[in-house]
């Protein structure tokens, strides 16, 4: 069974520190990493997407993968009470674009 | 910005009805996904469709699911007799071509099945 693993939290940070989410997937064909935000209720909404190791920043996010460990993370810089939400993890392994999503990290940054 | 609109909103609905989701995906995407998010769990793949055909399917759509494109705007998702386990929000997504996985996702439509 093909598994994207995070831990549930709740995380909590205070507002302006850096809030580290991780992600864990088991098959080693993934291809595409993605980080969606999702507010209660709401759909996910894509925050950041990494293809390749290494470090991608893109604002106050950076995404990091280390394929060789199968680990993919997410660090919120200055983190905001706006920030608080759920951040669902999801990997990619095929042509047909489906993915496959973690449980989710709830974060939550109090001010 | 371009958003993948989905009717209703909130659908309620009784054990066995058939139920139809709607979806406008954004104009010139070419690949359509359904997922669902029972309450608390994860987003699971329900199916994708590209090139007015099914690619891939999940396990959870079964014969009661069928997707359709009928005029190439909608995307609807039907479900023929529905279940309490059905209960769900339901998201269709669609992205732009091979090179871009990053979806965009619909706000969704919560299905409440009494």
């Known amino acids: 069974q093909k598994e994207v693993e995070q831990n549930s939290g709740p995380l909590s940070v205070p507002e302006g520190a850096i809030a580290s989410l991780n992600c864990t997937y088991s098959?080693?064909?993934?291809?595409?990493f993605f980080w969606y935000r999702q507010y209660s209720g709401k759909s996910p909404e894509l925050i950041m997407s990494?293809?390749?190791?290494g470090d991608k920043e893109d604002g106050r996010f950076t995404a990091q993968l280390n394929k060789a460990s199968q680990y993919v993370s997410l660090l919120i810089r200055d983190s905001q009470p706006s920030d608080s939400a759920t951040y669902l993890c999801?990997?990619?392994?095929?042509?047909?674009?489906?993915?496959?999503f973690g449980q989710g990290t709830e974060l939550s940054v109090k001010p | 910005e371009p958003e993948v609109t989905q009717t209703p909103s909130h659908q309620v609905t009784q054990m066995g009805q058939e139920v139809i989701l709607r979806c406008v995906p954004i104009?010139?995407?070419?690949?359509f996904y359904w997922y669902r998010q029972i309450l608390g769990q994860k987003v699971e793949f329900l199916v994708s469709?590209?090139?007015?055909?099914?690619?891939?399917k999940s396990e959870i759509f079964d014969d009661q699911f069928s997707v359709e494109r009928p005029d190439g705007s909608n995307f609807t998702l039907k479900i023929r007799s529905t279940k309490l386990e059905d209960s769900a929000m339901y998201f269709c997504?669609?992205?732009?071509?091979?090179?871009?996985?990053?979806?965009?996702f619909g706000s969704g439509t919560r299905l409440t099945v009494v």
């Open positions: 997504a669609s992205r732009a071509d091979r090179d871009h996985y990053g979806y965009t």
């Open positions: 999801a990997v990619n392994n095929n042509q047909g674009g489906k993915l496959i």
């Open positions: 990494i293809y390749s190791n």
């Open positions: 098959d080693r064909v993934s291809q595409s």
């Open positions: 104009s010139n995407h070419l690949y």
């Open positions: 469709f590209y090139n007015n055909e099914i690619s891939e």
